[in-house]
T-cell receptor
Protein backbone atom coordinates (compact mmCIF):
# COMPACT_ATOMS: atom_id res chain seq x y z
CA UNK A 1 0.00 0.00 0.00
CA UNK A 2 1.32 3.41 -0.96
CA UNK A 3 1.91 5.91 1.82
CA UNK A 4 -0.16 8.45 -0.13
CA UNK A 5 -3.34 7.40 -1.90
CA UNK A 6 -5.39 9.67 -4.14
CA UNK A 7 -8.88 9.22 -5.49
CA UNK A 8 -10.19 9.22 -8.04
CA UNK A 9 -7.38 8.38 -10.47
CA UNK A 10 -9.30 9.97 -13.33
CA UNK A 11 -12.11 12.50 -13.22
CA UNK A 12 -14.13 14.00 -16.06
CA UNK A 13 -16.43 16.93 -15.37
CA UNK A 14 -18.53 19.45 -17.25
CA UNK A 15 -17.62 23.09 -17.09
CA UNK A 16 -19.10 24.71 -14.00
CA UNK A 17 -19.23 21.57 -11.88
CA UNK A 18 -17.87 21.40 -8.33
CA UNK A 19 -14.92 19.01 -8.13
CA UNK A 20 -13.39 17.16 -5.20
CA UNK A 21 -10.13 15.23 -5.21
CA UNK A 22 -9.20 13.22 -2.15
CA UNK A 23 -5.88 12.31 -0.58
CA UNK A 24 -5.30 9.85 2.27
CA UNK A 25 -1.96 9.16 3.87
CA UNK A 26 -0.77 6.57 6.33
CA UNK A 27 2.07 8.32 8.19
CA UNK A 28 2.33 11.25 10.53
CA UNK A 29 3.14 14.37 8.58
CA UNK A 30 4.32 17.90 9.17
CA UNK A 31 2.89 19.31 5.93
CA UNK A 32 0.82 18.34 2.91
CA UNK A 33 1.16 19.89 -0.53
CA UNK A 34 -1.29 20.03 -3.40
CA UNK A 35 0.41 20.41 -6.76
CA UNK A 36 -0.86 20.93 -10.31
CA UNK A 37 0.93 19.41 -13.28
CA UNK A 38 0.07 20.39 -16.84
CA UNK A 39 0.89 18.38 -19.96
CA UNK A 40 4.58 18.79 -20.66
CA UNK A 41 5.45 18.31 -17.02
CA UNK A 42 5.64 21.71 -15.33
CA UNK A 43 4.50 21.52 -11.70
CA UNK A 44 2.93 24.40 -9.82
CA UNK A 45 2.48 24.37 -6.06
CA UNK A 46 -1.13 25.19 -5.21
CA UNK A 47 -1.23 24.83 -1.44
CA UNK A 48 0.83 23.79 1.51
CA UNK A 49 -1.23 22.78 4.56
CA UNK A 50 -0.48 21.63 8.04
CA UNK A 51 -3.97 22.15 9.46
CA UNK A 52 -7.41 23.51 8.66
CA UNK A 53 -8.32 25.02 5.34
CA UNK A 54 -6.88 27.32 2.69
CA UNK A 55 -8.57 29.09 -0.19
CA UNK A 56 -7.13 30.66 -3.30
CA UNK A 57 -9.57 31.86 -5.91
CA UNK A 58 -11.75 28.92 -6.94
CA UNK A 59 -9.51 26.41 -5.17
CA UNK A 60 -10.05 25.23 -1.61
CA UNK A 61 -7.87 22.73 0.27
CA UNK A 62 -8.74 21.15 3.58
CA UNK A 63 -6.89 18.77 5.84
CA UNK A 64 -7.96 16.61 8.77
CA UNK A 65 -4.82 15.58 10.62
CA UNK A 66 -6.62 13.12 12.91
CA UNK A 67 -8.19 11.29 9.97
CA UNK A 68 -5.03 11.62 7.82
CA UNK A 69 -7.09 12.99 4.96
CA UNK A 70 -7.05 16.03 2.71
CA UNK A 71 -9.35 17.25 -0.04
CA UNK A 72 -8.86 19.65 -2.91
CA UNK A 73 -12.02 21.33 -4.16
CA UNK A 74 -12.47 23.31 -7.36
CA UNK A 75 -15.58 25.47 -7.62
CA UNK A 76 -17.07 26.50 -10.97
CA UNK A 77 -14.62 24.31 -12.86
CA UNK A 78 -13.27 25.45 -16.21
CA UNK A 79 -11.53 23.62 -19.06
CA UNK A 80 -8.28 25.38 -18.16
CA UNK A 81 -8.39 23.49 -14.83
CA UNK A 82 -7.68 20.29 -16.79
CA UNK A 83 -4.42 18.93 -15.41
CA UNK A 84 -3.00 16.28 -13.09
CA UNK A 85 -3.44 17.15 -9.42
CA UNK A 86 -0.89 15.61 -7.08
CA UNK A 87 -0.93 15.31 -3.31
CA UNK A 88 2.46 15.14 -1.56
CA UNK A 89 3.33 14.82 2.12
CA UNK A 90 6.37 15.54 4.23
CA UNK A 91 6.64 12.94 6.95
CA UNK A 92 10.17 13.03 8.27
CA UNK A 93 13.61 13.75 7.01
CA UNK A 94 13.99 15.80 3.91
CA UNK A 95 11.75 14.19 1.34
CA UNK A 96 8.28 14.60 -0.10
CA UNK A 97 6.24 11.47 -0.78
CA UNK A 98 3.86 11.87 -3.68
CA UNK A 99 0.55 10.33 -4.60
CA UNK A 100 0.08 8.99 -8.12
CA UNK A 101 -2.00 11.97 -9.16
CA UNK A 102 -5.55 12.55 -10.33
CA UNK A 103 -6.08 13.32 -14.01
CA UNK A 104 -8.83 15.94 -14.25
CA UNK A 105 -10.51 16.73 -17.55
CA UNK A 106 -13.09 19.52 -17.65
CA UNK A 107 -15.17 19.58 -20.82
CA UNK A 108 -16.73 22.78 -22.15
CA UNK B 1 12.27 37.12 -11.43
CA UNK B 2 13.17 33.90 -13.18
CA UNK B 3 11.75 30.73 -11.73
CA UNK B 4 13.57 27.45 -11.42
CA UNK B 5 15.26 26.61 -14.70
CA UNK B 6 16.40 23.23 -15.95
CA UNK B 7 18.47 22.16 -18.92
CA UNK B 8 18.19 20.53 -21.29
CA UNK B 9 14.43 20.27 -21.77
CA UNK B 10 14.64 17.02 -23.69
CA UNK B 11 17.39 14.47 -24.04
CA UNK B 12 17.77 11.14 -25.83
CA UNK B 13 20.50 8.75 -24.73
CA UNK B 14 21.31 5.10 -25.35
CA UNK B 15 21.72 2.39 -22.74
CA UNK B 16 25.05 2.46 -20.95
CA UNK B 17 25.66 6.15 -21.55
CA UNK B 18 26.01 8.83 -18.93
CA UNK B 19 23.84 11.93 -18.56
CA UNK B 20 24.12 15.22 -16.67
CA UNK B 21 21.04 17.31 -15.93
CA UNK B 22 21.25 20.86 -14.63
CA UNK B 23 19.09 22.99 -12.40
CA UNK B 24 19.26 26.63 -11.38
CA UNK B 25 17.15 27.54 -8.35
CA UNK B 26 15.24 30.73 -7.81
CA UNK B 27 17.58 33.53 -6.82
CA UNK B 28 18.10 33.42 -3.06
CA UNK B 29 17.03 29.80 -2.70
CA UNK B 30 19.69 27.61 -1.15
CA UNK B 31 18.04 24.19 -1.34
CA UNK B 32 17.53 22.05 -4.42
CA UNK B 33 15.69 18.74 -4.60
CA UNK B 34 15.61 16.27 -7.48
CA UNK B 35 12.68 14.02 -8.37
CA UNK B 36 12.12 11.32 -10.99
CA UNK B 37 8.67 10.98 -12.51
CA UNK B 38 8.04 7.91 -14.61
CA UNK B 39 5.13 8.24 -17.03
CA UNK B 40 1.80 7.75 -15.31
CA UNK B 41 3.21 7.87 -11.78
CA UNK B 42 3.83 10.50 -9.14
CA UNK B 43 7.33 11.91 -8.68
CA UNK B 44 9.84 9.99 -6.56
CA UNK B 45 12.40 11.79 -4.40
CA UNK B 46 16.03 11.31 -5.47
CA UNK B 47 18.15 13.87 -3.60
CA UNK B 48 18.02 17.06 -1.62
CA UNK B 49 20.96 19.46 -1.32
CA UNK B 50 21.20 22.43 0.99
CA UNK B 51 24.19 24.74 1.25
CA UNK B 52 26.13 22.37 -0.99
CA UNK B 53 25.62 19.37 1.28
CA UNK B 54 23.45 16.32 0.66
CA UNK B 55 20.54 16.43 3.10
CA UNK B 56 18.57 13.47 1.84
CA UNK B 57 18.69 10.59 -0.59
CA UNK B 58 15.84 8.50 -1.92
CA UNK B 59 15.85 4.83 -2.82
CA UNK B 60 17.93 5.11 -5.98
CA UNK B 61 21.06 3.14 -6.96
CA UNK B 62 24.55 4.55 -6.76
CA UNK B 63 24.42 5.22 -10.50
CA UNK B 64 22.57 8.37 -9.48
CA UNK B 65 24.64 11.17 -7.98
CA UNK B 66 24.31 14.90 -7.58
CA UNK B 67 26.12 17.94 -6.39
CA UNK B 68 25.40 21.57 -5.60
CA UNK B 69 27.68 24.42 -6.55
CA UNK B 70 28.58 27.60 -4.61
CA UNK B 71 25.95 29.52 -6.60
CA UNK B 72 23.37 26.90 -5.44
CA UNK B 73 22.82 25.47 -8.90
CA UNK B 74 22.85 21.71 -9.05
CA UNK B 75 23.67 18.82 -11.34
CA UNK B 76 22.15 15.36 -11.37
CA UNK B 77 24.33 12.67 -12.91
CA UNK B 78 23.19 9.24 -13.98
CA UNK B 79 25.73 6.64 -15.09
CA UNK B 80 25.24 3.41 -17.04
CA UNK B 81 21.78 4.41 -18.21
CA UNK B 82 19.03 1.80 -18.29
CA UNK B 83 15.79 1.85 -20.25
CA UNK B 84 13.97 2.26 -16.93
CA UNK B 85 15.70 5.58 -16.33
CA UNK B 86 13.47 7.12 -18.99
CA UNK B 87 11.45 9.69 -17.09
CA UNK B 88 10.79 13.34 -16.41
CA UNK B 89 13.42 14.66 -14.00
CA UNK B 90 12.16 17.52 -11.89
CA UNK B 91 14.13 19.98 -9.83
CA UNK B 92 12.58 22.03 -7.04
CA UNK B 93 14.03 24.82 -4.93
CA UNK B 94 13.21 26.24 -1.54
CA UNK B 95 14.77 29.09 0.40
CA UNK B 96 15.99 26.79 3.15
CA UNK B 97 16.63 23.15 3.86
CA UNK B 98 13.33 22.05 5.38
CA UNK B 99 10.51 20.78 3.22
CA UNK B 100 7.72 22.32 5.28
CA UNK B 101 7.88 25.27 2.95
CA UNK B 102 6.59 25.89 -0.53
CA UNK B 103 8.55 24.06 -3.18
CA UNK B 104 9.03 25.73 -6.53
CA UNK B 105 9.38 23.28 -9.39
CA UNK B 106 11.23 23.67 -12.64
CA UNK B 107 9.78 22.60 -16.00
CA UNK B 108 11.67 19.31 -15.92
CA UNK B 109 14.03 17.48 -18.25
CA UNK B 110 12.49 14.64 -20.21
CA UNK B 111 15.06 11.87 -20.61
CA UNK B 112 14.49 9.06 -23.07
CA UNK B 113 16.84 6.08 -22.97
CA UNK B 114 16.78 3.85 -26.06
Amino acid sequence: KNEVEQSPQNLTAQEGEFITINCSYSVGISALHWLQQHPGGGIVSLFMLSSGKKKHGRLIATINIQEKHSSLHITASHPRDSAVYICAVKASGSRLTFGEGTQLTVNP
Amino acid sequence: DAGVTQSPTHLIKTRGQHVTLRCSPISGHKSVSWYQQVLGQGPQFIFQYYEKEERGRGNFPDRFSARQFPNYSSELNVNALLLGDSALYLCASTPQGGLSVEQYFGPGTRLTVT
